[in-house]
């Protein structure tokens, strides 16, 4: 079995910092992309920032030049640095990652069980 577990969510005002952690753990050969995505109330998931096991990374408009994204590989960890938050960027926030188990020629997607970001005005 595979798991992700996210820390890092909270309540911040406008203007604020937080930091997304998620650590993969179990039964992983390898890992492929990994990302952040997102889901505010009434809304559709969507999307904030994704980075592949290279490092190529890419981001929601929304997010660019606020947020950033990196991933320790020998951790298999993503984090999500959030930086002037809005109060617009209050949602449930996501991780998602393609893991390949062992003995497995496919990557299969996984998803941890959503961290709460509230950011007030």
């Known amino acids: 079995q595979v798991q992700l577990v996210e820390s890092g969510g909270g309540l911040v005002q406008a203007g604020g910092s937080l930091r997304l952690s998620c650590a993969a753990s179990g039964r992983i050969f390898s890992i492929n992309a990994m990302g952040w995505y997102r889901q505010a109330p009434g809304k559709q998931r969507e999307l904030v920032a994704a980075i592949t096991s290279g490092g190529s990374t890419r981001y929601a408009d929304s997010v660019k030049g606020r947020f950033t994204i990196s991933r320790d590989n020998a951790k298999n960890t993503v984090y999500l640095q959030m930086n002037s938050l809005k109060p617009e960027d209050t949602a449930v926030y996501y991780c998602?990652?393609?893991?390949?188990?062992?003995?497995?020629?496919?990557?299969?997607?996984?998803w941890g069980q959503g961290t709460q970001v509230t950011v007030s005005s």
């Open positions: 998602n990652a393609q893991i390949r188990a062992p003995s497995s020629y496919y990557y299969s997607d996984y």
